[in-house]
């Protein structure tokens, strides 16, 4: 994959994490706040992705170590924060949410469209694959949110849906902490089996 799509994708993914955290802070949503969060860490992917860029096959495993500990952070941070709007109460804006929401599904629809034809390929780009179809799923969810806080008037979907979307942004982090581990080993494997030719 080329400098030019990564760097949409790095542009698209910053924007939309600064714009979904601090639109969902001030919206006391915390399914976006977690959406965001989880564009940020996409954002670092992509990041780390034009770094190893004709890198060698060790920094670009090292580049998805790194960003599977990113996303492992903010997923424990959002869980944190989670807590703290469930004890301390919340009234999320839906229109915000269901706003918000759609615009970002939009870009990581593009973002998958992008990534397609790479999602089998090298090690930090099947992590980008993964964090933007994670983050779709994420976005659908917090729409669902954003219409059922509406009609319920309540806070109670959005604290569920930014449990959920946390959820993802977990689990996509152990599936690319998973994915490190076997490419590590083949890579190791590799070098001992070239170090006995």
């Not at 960003?67 to 869980?79: D, E, K, N, V």
């Not at 109670?156 to 930014?162: E, F, M, R, T």
Request: proline share 2%; with cysteine.
């Amino acid at each position: 994959m080329g400098r030019r799509p990564l760097m949409i994708l790095l542009a698209s993914n910053g924007a939309m994490f600064l714009i979904e955290v601090i639109a969902g802070w001030r919206a006391q949503s915390m399914g976006l706040v977690a959406d965001g969060l989880d564009m940020g860490a996409d954002a670092a992917v992509y990041l780390l992705a034009l770094m190893a860029i004709s890198a060698s096959a060790s920094r670009k495993l090292s580049a998805a170590r790194f960003a599977g500990w990113t996303q492992l952070l903010l997923a424990l941070g959002a869980f944190a924060e989670l807590v703290r709007r469930a004890v301390a109460g919340s009234a999320p804006d839906p229109k915000a949410m269901v706003g918000l929401s759609l615009l970002a599904l939009v870009i990581n629809v593009g973002c998958l469209t992008l990534l397609r034809r790479h999602r089998n390929g090298e090690v930090h780009l099947q992590a980008a694959w993964i964090f933007s179809a994670t983050d779709v799923q994420a976005n659908l969810a917090v729409l669902c949110a954003g219409l059922l806080v509406r009609t319920l008037n309540s806070s109670v979907p959005d604290l569920i849906v930014g449990g959920l979307v946390t959820s993802l942004v977990l689990r996509g982090a152990l599936r690319i902490r998973e994915r490190v581990r076997r490419e590590a080993l083949e890579l190791a494997n590799a070098q001992v089996g070239s170090a006995w030719r």
